[in-house]
């Protein structure tokens, strides 16, 4: 008899009169790896945050480890057994691993601390699963693959009884993704049980047992493992993707605008490759090591030890790279609201914010302005004139960011991930956006750890390993990768 962890049943929580969670069914067992794929951002947080905190709930009941710990009539607000792997790391970064492990845990009460001892018994537990870490290591020296594998064992060692991973696909390489699902694997076999929390159906099928739909913070279905088929998903979200096609591109016959020849600096070894004018490439780095150097390069805070950065066939300087701007080469980065935004600035002061940034750009005056505002106002909408841009939603703030691109109108722009943490209504419409960015010339480079959903803009995809070029695939090769699920085992072969 299957022993129960977690069960939810017909949960609903509202808060400020929005419903969160609508008669939330989900059942997890021990040993066993949920699936829970979300449509869309609803309900995703308040759910982590009810699994981890008896808070209080509108309706129904919720049992952890088979014992009744929250209902509608009482919420007694204790927390549960439950750790939670994120893109955010929860670990300490100026402490060591060993003490991050043991020292940091819930119920440690010790007043002397032998280091010897916590450097001990981490490496006893990193032994058992052929993990390469030092419990004497900060973890700020640590990879993000590591930093995940050291919050695995914490959860493991401080006796978790469910371990919910979020999202892990957009902060570690697909190599070492692999390698985090055996893991994953190891210890489901050991009895532990995950709640394993992504925005694609393929990846959940590759590492879950089951696999729940969500969406509108409302289960649609549950999947067995027998039942993982594309054609089973098609009905509730896929078919939105249909209509979507990128824009033709004559790659291949194009001129080359970046390439790198031979570049070396701590992380890059003879990188070699080159992007034609015009098209989308996804440079897809397999172990999450080497796309900070390549940005750093092209905003000039670091300059190759050997090797050579053409930029339209001029060498990139030291000098050309700390004016990159003014040449003309855009970046949009991770979590773009978040750091790209000016909350105390209008929508229309925002748009224009990069125009006077350009090597003889526009010198910014009310016409201007109003002439600006009169052309995107069809495209926008009425919100261009919006002074406070926090009253707006997700999908307008990011559409406020990629117009501003659109308007500075860069040869080249940089994408850092963009589609990490994107819901499938927000993916759809940033393929949409990006597209825009291609019709008008602009060339567009992806930075990416993860290829979901990039392959459905891309006309060009260079897969980087070890910190070296290693193969390149055209658009018309894209078909040899059915799913993401098969495509990362192909990519190995």
Do not use: W
């Not at 532990?192 to 089951?210: D, G, M, P, Q, V």
């Amino acid at each position: 008899m299957k022993n129960e962890i977690l069960r939810l049943e017909k949960v609903t929580v509202i808060r400020d009169e929005v419903t969160l969670l609508d008669n939330f069914n989900l059942h997890i067992f021990q040993g066993e790896i949920m699936g829970l794929v979300c449509i869309n951002a609803n309900g995703k947080e308040p759910l982590i945050q009810l699994i981890s905190q008896n808070l209080p709930i509108h309706y129904g009941r919720v049992y952890f480890n088979e014992v009744l710990v929250n209902n509608y009539r009482h919420s007694p607000m204790t927390m549960n057994k439950v750790a939670v792997i994120e893109q955010k790391s929860r670990l300490i970064e100026d402490l060591s691993v060993a003490d991050n492990v043991f020292v940091l845990r819930r119920g440690f009460r010790k007043y002397v601390i032998s280091p010897r001892v916590l450097n001990e018994q981490f490496r006893q537990f990193a032994q058992e699963i052929d993990a390469d870490i030092d419990g004497r290591d900060l973890v700020a020296h640590l990879s993000p693959y590591q930093k995940c594998v050291v919050e695995l064992l914490r959860a493991v060692i401080m006796g978790a009884k469910l371990i919910v991973i979020r999202d892990v696909s957009n902060c570690i390489g697909a190599a070492d993704l692999i390698r985090f699902h055996e893991l994953l694997r190891y210890y489901c076999g050991k009895g532990f049980s995950f709640l394993y929390i992504c925005n694609h159906h393929e990846e959940a099928f590759k590492i879950c047992t089951r696999m729940s739909l969500m969406k509108d913070g409302k289960i649609l279905r549950v999947f067995d493992r027998n039942q993982f088929r594309n054609d089973n998903i098609v009905p509730y979200y896929v078919g939105e993707f249909a209509d979507l096609a990128a824009p033709e591109t004559d790659v291949g016959r194009k001129d080359s605008i970046l390439a790198f020849q031979n570049v070396c600096t701590e992380n890059l070894r003879d990188m070699t490759f080159s992007v034609a004018r015009g098209e989308c490439t996804v440079l897809f780095d397999m172990d999450n090591t080497v796309l900070p150097d390549i940005m750093r390069i092209m905003n000039g805070r670091l300059y190759p030890d050997s090797g050579t950065v053409f930029l339209e066939g001029a060498v990139f300087t030291r000098e050309a790279a700390q004016h990159a701007l003014e040449g003309t080469v855009a970046f949009i980065g991770e979590d773009p609201i978040r750091t790209m935004l000016f909350k105390e600035m209008s929508y229309l002061d925002n748009l224009c914010f990069l125009l006077d940034q350009k090597n003889n750009g526009v010198r910014l005056n009310r016409r201007i302005v109003r002439s600006i505002a009169r052309e995107y106002e069809p495209v926008i909408g009425p919100e261009i004139y919006e002074t406070n841009i926090m009253n707006l939603k997700i999908q307008s703030l990011y559409d406020l960011i990629y117009y501003r691109i659109q308007l500075f109108h860069p040869k080249i722009v940089f994408c850092v991930q963009p589609f990490a943490g994107a819901d499938m209504y927000l993916r759809r419409h940033l393929i949409g956006l990006i597209n825009r960015l291609k019709q008008k010339g602009i060339t567009v480079i992806f930075l990416s750890v993860n290829i979901a959903d990039s392959l459905m803009v891309a006309d060009k995809l260079i897969r980087l390993e070890k910190g070296r070029f290693n193969s390149e695939y055209l658009r018309s090769e894209f078909n040899l990768f059915r799913s993401e699920g098969t495509t990362l085992e192909e990519l190995f072969q």
